[in-house]
């Protein structure tokens, strides 16, 4: 359990807040934000937020005890709440661990505003995939609708943060330092995952004006579409490529759904849906138990696309124009995933001494489709059990002509002994050469993988 050791139900807790909290916050909170962290989180925050307006410059700390009670949520529930409203943007949690006890002191920050929350590029996308592009559209459309009739009411004379709050806002001891919250910054994003370093340098080899490129804006886009997809460094360059326009401008619409095209060709959206992560779990160790051979040879095949598995089953080597139209012309007509057909290719070529051939490329990829095979391990099993099948497959010919030969008889149960030497040999030969093959492709896919 993660909250072991880190909140117990003695523990106390303070609440701050630097923000005026308006109805459209609600309304964001509600039907923006709710979607994206649950109603566990969006109720934990409105706790929060009723007992800091019921007693704002209160010194008795509340407990966790109480907190469970008022959310009816257990003390993991909480916790898993709190990270979420953590990750979100919408929570920071500060520990102040004293001799006789522990407070955490949560500084509240206001929701994105519906126009600030459409505009940042992490959040709206969140959204869209979360409830369809549909119901993102009627949503846009409504806030729009209520921005503009607003206008039409009449002059806009809500207070903002600096005629309301004119000192810095009230600190124990400086042990809290007030922070800028005239505006929710968004999702709490790991600025270190993509490096901007080369970036620039990417993008000055390709003579690109880089302080054009790479704005403040730009690079905010840019860490989170990383975040949301878990794309490289080198990912995001194709994707900037793919979305600058003749004048060197980032078209941030493109760009987006340049990432989420990048995205969908290592991992299909249907089976691994976008959810909300606390950025801060990535950096922390876990303890898992060491791969075999087959997993990580798996999970190689899941992350990589078959124009690289061509290149490494070539050393290196550019595949041809030709190898490369038949593999997609076979993943588009038999709907193969690129992991299905990695090990389709790699199959392939191991059994015909690394040739592509499409006749047998298709026969197979037919009878994958019809399995309704979809994972890179239903693949790997199939192409196992009926590797006796697909072998016959390869070499089932008719010959031209047939010569009459006097044959010699032969006792049955001499060519049954005969025939499963031959086939015991055979497969400690095959068994052999696909653990020598996979060993190598491990390494290389490694050094890549460490050095790129």
């Given at each position: 359990m993660e909250h072991i050791g880190k909140l117990l139900p003695s523990h106390g807790y303070n609440i701050h807040s630097n923000d005026v909290f308006t109805h459209m916050h609600i309304q964001s909170l509600m039907q923006l934000y709710q979607p994206l962290i649950g109603n566990q989180a969006t109720s934990l925050f409105m706790t929060f937020l009723s007992q800091y307006l019921t007693t704002p410059n209160s010194k008795q700390p509340y407990t966790h005890h109480t907190l469970m009670q008022f959310v009816d949520l257990t003390l993991p529930q909480i916790y898993?709440?709190?990270?979420?409203?953590?990750?979100?943007?919408?929570?920071?949690?500060?520990?102040?661990?004293?001799?006789?006890?522990?407070?955490?002191?949560?500084?509240?920050?206001?929701?994105?505003?519906?126009?600030?929350?459409?505009?940042?590029?992490?959040?709206?996308?969140?959204?869209?995939?979360?409830?369809?592009?549909?119901?993102?559209?009627?949503?846009?459309?409504?806030?729009?609708?209520?921005?503009d009739q607003d206008r039409q009411a009449g002059n806009n004379i809500t207070a903002s943060f600096d005629q309301v709050f004119h000192e810095n806002p009230i600190v124990d001891n400086g042990l809290v330092q007030p922070i800028n919250t005239e505006s929710n910054q968004g999702p709490n994003v790991d600025r270190s995952s993509i490096s901007t370093n080369d970036l620039s340098q990417a993008l000055v080899e390709r003579m690109l004006p880089v302080e054009k490129i790479l704005t403040a804006n730009n690079i905010k886009l840019i860490n989170q579409m990383a975040a949301l997809y878990q794309l490289t460094t080198l990912d995001i360059e194709k994707a900037l490529i793919w979305a600058l326009s003749d004048e060197h401008l980032l078209n941030q619409k493109e760009f987006k759904a340049a990432c989420l095209e990048l995205y969908q060709q290592f991992?299909?959206?249907?089976?691994?849906?976008?959810?909300?992560?606390?950025?801060?779990?990535?950096?922390?160790?876990?303890?898992?138990?060491?791969?075999?051979?087959?997993?990580?040879?798996?999970?190689?095949?899941?992350?990589?696309?078959?124009?690289?598995?061509?290149?490494?089953?070539?050393?290196?080597?550019?595949?041809?124009?030709?190898?490369?139209?038949?593999?997609?012309?076979?993943?588009?007509?038999?709907?193969?995933?690129?992991?299905?057909?990695?090990?389709?290719?790699?199959?392939?070529?191991?059994?015909?001494d690394m040739k592509l051939t499409k006749s047998y490329l298709e026969k197979i990829a037919s009878h994958w489709a019809r399995k309704n095979v979809k994972t890179v391990r239903q693949a790997m099993t199939l192409a196992k059990s009926e590797h006796n099948k697909y072998q016959q497959w390869s070499t089932n010919k008719k010959p031209y002509y047939q010569k009459s030969v006097k044959?010699?008889?032969?006792?049955?149960?001499?060519?049954?002994?005969?025939?499963?030497?031959?086939?015991?040999?055979?497969?400690?030969?095959?068994?052999?050469?696909?653990?020598s093959d996979v060993s190598e492709l491990l390494r290389n896919y490694n050094k890549k993988k460490y050095h790129s």
């Open positions: 898993q709440a709190r990270t979420r409203l953590e990750a979100i943007g919408l929570l920071e949690t500060y520990q102040l661990d004293n001799e006789n006890e522990t407070v955490f002191i949560y500084q509240l920050i206001m929701p994105c505003t519906p126009a600030q929350f459409f505009s940042d590029g992490m959040l709206s996308q969140m959204l869209s995939h979360q409830i369809g592009i549909e119901k993102y559209n009627l949503l846009y459309q409504q806030f729009e609708l209520d921005k991992t299909p959206v249907n089976d691994k849906p976008l959810k909300v992560v606390n950025q801060r779990e990535k950096v922390q160790p876990k303890s898992e138990k060491p791969m075999s051979k087959q997993d990580q040879f798996a999970r190689m095949l899941e992350e990589i696309s078959p124009r690289e598995l061509l290149e490494d089953l070539s050393n290196g080597n550019q595949p041809s124009k030709q190898d490369l139209k038949m593999v997609a012309d076979v993943m588009s007509q038999q709907g193969l995933t690129p992991g299905v057909m990695n090990v389709l290719i790699h199959y392939v070529m191991l059994k015909t044959k010699e008889i032969v006792p049955d149960w001499f060519k049954k002994q005969k025939q499963e030497q031959q086939e015991e040999t055979k497969q400690e030969q095959s068994a052999s050469d696909d653990s």
